[in-house]
């Protein structure tokens, strides 16, 4: 199906009436307008012989709606990659995906040595200035049976994976997503996280095209600004992370700015029902906690109406047809209120993973159900309490951040003799970065000297920890294992010392 179907409903409409299908920072720009430059690069593409895996760099402009409909209409599938991709990442991605064409800024395709991933290919001018790298080859997109969607995770495992997911999933998610949040046809949608991601894209692209109105889009974060356009163009629902609302609630100040806003669903990280209820009447919308992941889009949501202690205290009832399940190390169900391992199965499920461009389907346990890596608690009533992570991550603004990869980066250092990464609290960003650090001169290891040497191995800014400690040791077992939780103990400690405004770093500060 690719992405045939959406892009059909909306070339009728199209044809019956134009419209303003998107807003973004450059102004308005209609159905008719989408389409014209969408059959533009569709010809780059390939033509009649299809556009197959397009890796598409998706910004927060028309631009990433023009190539969705570009690929919908050649039948290829849509990978989604953010601009701050390093290098290193984009190869990764190319190895993974093994693509039939690139569409990029020409800045991106030089800094990602695109061109050298398609000696043989060609290249077209398009979209307004930027480019479309095809390799030549014949497309077969047969390969992702059945995907329509390559969008890549921030993952736990220090390389992003590319999670693919069918069109059928993309209308579940959203369909039921609508319904939840008493979304009509015609209502504008904001789209203020990163389009780069499966879920943002998801609930951001392809969820305004299915509902026939405006998507909103924001270039830059800068939540004042993002306020004032939202209510402007009197948005009805977005998505975001706890990070976005608590900045959204600080720069309303109480006006209650979006209170023609039907929603706002806030997932992806730690979060507090208190600070929450704070931000949600001072924008004077109502917020709605749910637990989703990438591998699975149609999760978890209250809806509006629930009373505040089940929005915001809790993380949701599954989509129908969705079942979320917590289950003890040997892998058997736990009663309920007790926390568990998360497994998930449901229309939304994922097809697999990209590697070595084809699909390798997920691990499931015998009766389908996919180990999410999460903790949750599953109450009486169905509604779902996430706990934590079962792995070693860091969730810093809705992103997980693999702590083993900054460890290894960091152990690289001439300096270093041992390194422990940890998170410590933020009332913003939910986490931070810190790491622990034992030099070998037993002297002092500042931050920058850290951040110095990850920007040389080229491990992504997103990545780099925000307080070092250096400490005489680490905290151990009794068998000399590294003791995390006393590591982590430590760190907060240390953090805690600090003058304030040295513990919030000024990005994160009010």
Same mark, same amino acid.
């Given at each position: 199906?690719?992405?045939?179907?959406?892009?059909?409903?909306?070339?009728?409409?199209? &044809?019956?009436?134009?419209?303003?299908?998107?807003?973004?920072?450059?102004?308005?720009?209609?159905?008719?307008?989408?389409?014209?430059? !969408?059959?533009?690069?569709?010809?780059?593409?390939?033509?009649?012989?299809?556009?197959?895996?397009?890796?598409?760099?998706?910004?927060?402009?028309?631009?990433?709606?023009?190539?969705?409909?570009?690929?919908?209409?050649?039948?290829?599938?849509?990978? %989604?990659?953010?601009?701050?991709?390093?290098?290193?990442?984009?190869?990764?991605?190319?190895?993974?995906?093994?693509?039939?064409?690139?569409?990029?800024?020409?800045?991106?395709?030089?800094?990602?040595?695109?061109?050298?991933?398609?000696?043989?290919?060609?290249?077209?001018?398009?979209?307004?200035?930027?480019?479309?790298?095809?390799?030549?080859?014949?497309?077969?997109?047969?390969?992702?049976?059945?995907?329509?969607?390559?969008?890549?995770?921030? &993952?736990?495992?220090?390389?992003?994976?590319?999670?693919?997911?069918?069109?059928?999933?993309?209308?579940?998610?959203?369909?039921?997503?609508?319904?939840?949040?008493?979304?009509?046809?015609?209502?504008?949608?904001?789209?203020?996280?990163?389009?780069?991601?499966?879920?943002?894209?998801?609930?951001? %692209?392809?969820?305004?095209?299915?509902?026939?109105?405006?998507?909103?889009?924001?270039?830059?974060?800068?939540?004042?600004?993002?306020?004032?356009?939202?209510?402007?163009?009197?948005?009805?629902?977005?998505?975001?992370?706890?990070?976005?609302?608590?900045?959204?609630?600080?720069?309303? !100040?109480?006006?209650?700015?979006?209170?023609?806003?039907?929603?706002?669903?806030?997932?992806?990280?730690?979060?507090?029902?208190?600070?929450?209820?704070?931000?949600?009447?001072?924008?004077?919308?109502?917020?709605?906690?749910?637990?989703?992941?990438?591998?699975?889009?149609?999760?978890?949501?209250?809806?509006?109406?629930?009373?505040? &202690?089940?929005?915001?205290?809790?993380? &949701?009832?599954?989509?129908?047809?969705?079942?979320?399940?917590?289950?003890?190390?040997?892998?058997?169900?736990?009663?309920?209120?007790?926390?568990?391992?998360?497994?998930?199965?449901?229309?939304?499920?994922?097809?697999?993973? !990209?590697?070595?461009?084809?699909?390798?389907?997920?691990?499931?346990?015998?009766?389908?159900?996919?180990?999410?890596?999460?903790?949750?608690?599953?109450?009486?009533?169905?509604?779902?309490?996430?706990?934590?992570?079962?792995?070693?991550?860091?969730?810093?603004?809705?992103?997980?951040?693999?702590?083993?990869?900054?460890?290894?980066?960091?152990?690289?250092?001439?300096?270093?003799?041992?390194?422990?990464?940890?998170?410590?609290?933020?009332?913003?960003?939910?986490?931070?970065?810190?790491?622990?650090?034992?030099? +070998?001169?037993?002297?002092?290891?500042?931050?920058?000297?850290? +951040?110095?040497?990850?920007?040389?191995?080229?491990?992504?800014?997103?990545?780099?920890?925000?307080?070092?400690? !250096? %400490?005489?040791?680490?905290?151990?077992?009794?068998?000399?294992?590294?003791?995390?939780?006393?590591?982590?103990?430590?760190?907060?400690?240390?953090?805690?010392?600090?003058?304030?405004?040295?513990?919030?770093?000024?990005?994160?500060?009010?």
């Amino acid at each position: 199906m690719r992405h045939a179907t959406v892009v059909r409903e909306f070339r009728q409409r199209a &044809g019956e009436s134009d419209f303003v299908a998107v807003i973004d920072d450059s102004g308005e720009h209609t159905a008719r307008q989408l389409l014209a430059r !969408a059959d533009e690069l569709a010809g780059g593409l390939g033509g009649e012989r299809g556009a197959g895996t397009v890796v598409v760099q998706a910004d927060n402009t028309w631009r990433t709606v023009a190539a969705t409909l570009a690929v919908g209409t050649g039948g290829g599938v849509l990978a %989604v990659v953010n601009r701050h991709t390093t290098r290193g990442e984009f190869a990764a991605v190319v190895e993974d995906l093994q693509p039939d064409a690139v569409v990029a800024e020409p800045s991106a395709m030089r800094e990602w040595d695109v061109p050298a991933s398609f000696p043989a290919g060609e290249a077209h001018a398009v979209l307004d200035g930027w480019e479309c790298r095809t390799s030549g080859a014949t497309p077969d997109v047969s390969r992702w049976s059945g995907g329509a969607l390559i969008g890549l995770t921030s &993952g736990s495992t220090g390389r992003a994976k590319g999670v693919v997911q069918s069109e059928e999933a993309l209308r579940y998610a959203c369909g039921h997503s609508i319904d939840i949040n008493g979304l009509r046809p015609g209502d504008a949608v904001g789209a203020i996280v990163p389009l780069s991601s499966a879920a943002a894209y998801c609930f951001g %692209v392809y969820l305004s095209l299915m509902l026939g109105g405006r998507l909103v889009l924001c270039g830059k974060w800068e939540p004042a600004a993002v306020l004032a356009r939202m209510a402007e163009t009197h948005v009805r629902w977005t998505m975001c992370v706890p990070t976005m609302a608590l900045q959204l609630g600080a720069a309303a !100040a109480g006006s209650r700015a979006l209170a023609g806003m039907r929603s706002i669903t806030v997932g992806g990280g730690p979060m507090e029902a208190a600070v929450l209820a704070r931000a949600e009447r001072s924008l004077g919308t109502r917020i709605l906690r749910v637990f989703g992941m990438s591998e699975c889009l149609g999760h978890t949501s209250p809806r509006p109406e629930d009373p505040e &202690g089940t929005r915001l205290g809790r993380d &949701g009832i599954p989509f129908p047809g969705t079942e979320v399940r917590a289950v003890d190390e040997a892998g058997e169900p736990v009663p309920p209120g007790v926390a568990g391992r998360a497994q998930v199965r449901g229309p939304s499920l994922f097809l697999g993973y !990209a590697r070595g461009g084809k699909l390798d389907p997920p691990a499931l346990t015998a009766d389908g159900f996919f180990p999410t890596g999460d903790l949750v608690r599953v109450d009486d009533d169905g509604a779902i309490s996430v706990m934590g992570r079962e792995k070693d991550v860091i969730i810093r603004g809705g992103r997980n951040i693999d702590i083993t990869e900054i460890e290894r980066a960091l152990a690289t250092h001439l300096r270093v003799a041992a390194v422990c990464v940890v998170a410590v609290p933020d009332a913003i960003l939910g986490e931070r970065v810190a790491a622990l650090v034992v030099t +070998t001169d037993g002297g002092h290891f500042e931050l920058e000297e850290a +951040t110095r040497h990850l920007q040389e191995l080229g491990l992504s800014k997103t990545k780099w920890p925000e307080f070092v400690f !250096a %400490v005489d040791s680490l905290p151990q077992t009794t068998v000399g294992k590294l003791d995390r939780r006393c590591a982590r103990d430590l760190a907060h400690e240390l953090h805690s010392r600090l003058p304030k405004d040295d513990a919030t770093p000024a990005e994160g500060r009010a």
